[in-house]
């Protein structure tokens, strides 16, 4: 049974187990099912939005706390942190997110799906990290031969 309240968080009016604002849980969950549940709904607003909107749903929305939904949430956020847009505010909050869910997930996962999980979490975390260290590279080395060739350019007149 849902009912309609406000969000402790956020303050807005929410409906359902998670916040249409911010992403906060709302309801309370009493089993996995409902932890379940509230995910997937966490997942569909998600899904939903775009740009700061989806980036501020990353920052601050619901993690879940049981290790087989952490490795749920963690698996629906890895599509998000796109290693060809490592500026955008929605894939830097998606792997902030991801970061997130990891350490929890090393907290409380000792089985063998939440390892293998985490070593995963941790390749596209370092992925998307090393495809943003790139594009600095190349900028840097693009800018310093354009400065180069306005030199020599200067000197040639």
């Not at 509230?38 to 990353?58: P, T, W």
Request: aromatic share 6%.
């Amino acid at each position: 049974m849902v009912s309609e309240k406000k969000c402790d968080q956020c303050g807005a009016q929410a409906t359902g187990l998670i916040c249409g604002y911010c992403g906060a849980l709302t309801g309370s969950l009493d089993d996995i099912k409902s932890e379940q549940q509230a995910l997937d709904e966490y997942h569909k607003l998600i899904q939903a939005s775009e740009g700061e909107k989806r980036a501020n749903l990353l920052k601050t929305g619901f993690i879940p706390r049981y290790p087989k939904t952490l490795v749920e949430a963690g698996v629906r956020c890895m599509p998000l942190a796109d290693v060809d847009d490592t500026t955008g505010p929605a894939s830097i909050a998606a792997v902030q997110r991801l970061e997130a869910l990891t350490t929890k997930l090393k907290i409380l996962g000792q089985d063998e799906q939440s390892r293998t999980a985490i070593v995963e979490f941790k390749a596209k975390i370092r992925r998307f990290k090393s495809a943003d260290r790139n594009l600095g590279i190349g900028v840097l080395v693009f800018v310093v031969g354009l400065i180069v060739g306005i030199v020599f350019w200067v000197r040639a007149c």
